[in-house]
């Protein structure tokens, strides 16, 4: 029997997949091309999603729900709002919260004033100004713990550098770390020195990119050093100015290295506790962490109004 001949319509038709065959699909293959090309980013970003849940949503989340509950003999109930409202009734609450505002208030004095004119300063400088940077910003590459030990040192009421500084022009020895007057102040000078150089640069840096005719319009119509500084530094660097502002004072409300390594925590009378040191006396001196929890979601719906206020100016920004 011989084989079936094909027309030259049928041999020159191209054959159409049946129904059912495997065909192939553009858009899938392109799919599966993309995400071999992308596979080692997404899976770095899963394991950054992953790292960033764990050790930042989980704790948000476990701090809301801690807050409400009661740990008493190894048995957690519900609570409701009775760990705020001992928190609010308790008097160190009140205290805390005015040493607190009391630490924003002078290191934003200290802390946002003195940078910005170390920075006007060293814009000024046409040579060296690299190893100015340097020297400005060293505080900052130094540990935390380290910088604050030397500066309990200094603070020391026999020995101590500031109260030699104090001799040598004939004024009365001062006990900074153990009076109540002088306590806060001096934990806002340390807290201030271990901090600075980065927001000197930063500043720096919006400094450098203002254009130099308006200064010299400013000269043409005799403008000094201080009337520049106001009517073309800051209006230039307005911006930077406000979102440094509310960035500082984010830090400053969650203080808490620097009181506890210089004066205990507490400090003389209770002059430099502050509103995270009462979570840590809360949490592992009381052992009460429902309030511990409590006031710290209070500090929390603080920080974030004034972190949404940062976000908005920081899209104002980009724009």
């Known amino acids: 029997m011989s084989a079936p001949t094909l027309s030259k319509s049928e041999a020159t038709e191209p054959r159409r997949g049946r129904p059912g065959s495997s065909r192939t699909n553009p858009a899938r293959e392109e799919f599966v091309r993309s995400v071999r090309r992308n596979l080692s980013a997404h899976g770095f970003l899963i394991g950054a999603v992953l790292c960033f849940s764990f050790f930042s949503w989980y704790p948000m989340v476990r701090e809301f729900i801690l807050a409400f509950q009661k740990n008493e003999n190894g048995k957690t109930t519900w609570a409701g709002w009775s760990n705020l409202t001992y928190v609010f009734n308790d008097p160190a609450f009140w205290q805390a919260w005015r040493n607190t505002l ?23 400088f046409r040579h060296g100004q690299g190893y100015l ?6 505080p900052v ?18 020995y101590g550098l500031f109260n030699r500084i104090l001799d040598v022009f004939g004024l009365p020895a001062q006990q900074w770390l153990q009076d109540t007057d ?17 927001a000197t640069l930063i500043y720096l840096a919006a400094l450098q990119g203002i254009p130099g005719e308006l200064y010299e319009a400013a000269e043409l119509d005799g403008a000094g050093i201080l009337r520049k500084i106001w009517h073309v530094t800051i209006p230039q660097t307005r911006l930077i100015l406000s979102l440094m502002l509310l960035m500082q004072i984010i830090a400053t409300m969650q203080v808490f290295t620097e009181p506890f390594l210089l004066t205990n925590g507490a400090g003389p009378e209770g002059s430099t506790t502050t509103v995270v040191y009462l979570i840590y006396q809360y949490a592992f001196n009381f052992n ?10 209070v500090l929390l719906v603080l920080l974030a109004g004034f972190s949404a206020v940062y976000v908005r100016l920081s899209r104002g920004s980009e724009d």
Do not use: C, H, Q
Request: no cysteine; hydrophobic share 60%.
């Open 102 to 124: 009391l630490f924003t208030g002078l290191a934003l004095l200290l802390g946002f004033i003195v940078p910005f004119l170390v920075a006007v300063v060293l814009n000024e």
């Open 182 to 198: 002088t306590a806060m102040l001096s934990v806002v000078i340390a807290a201030t020195w271990m901090s600075m150089g980065g």
């Open 133 to 138: 940077r340097l020297l400005v910003y060293l």
């Open 288 to 297: 009460n962490y429902g309030s511990a929890a409590a006031l710290g979601l």
């Open 141 to 158: 590459m130094l540990p935390p713990v380290a910088s604050v030990l030397l500066f309990k040192y200094f603070y020391d009421p026999g």
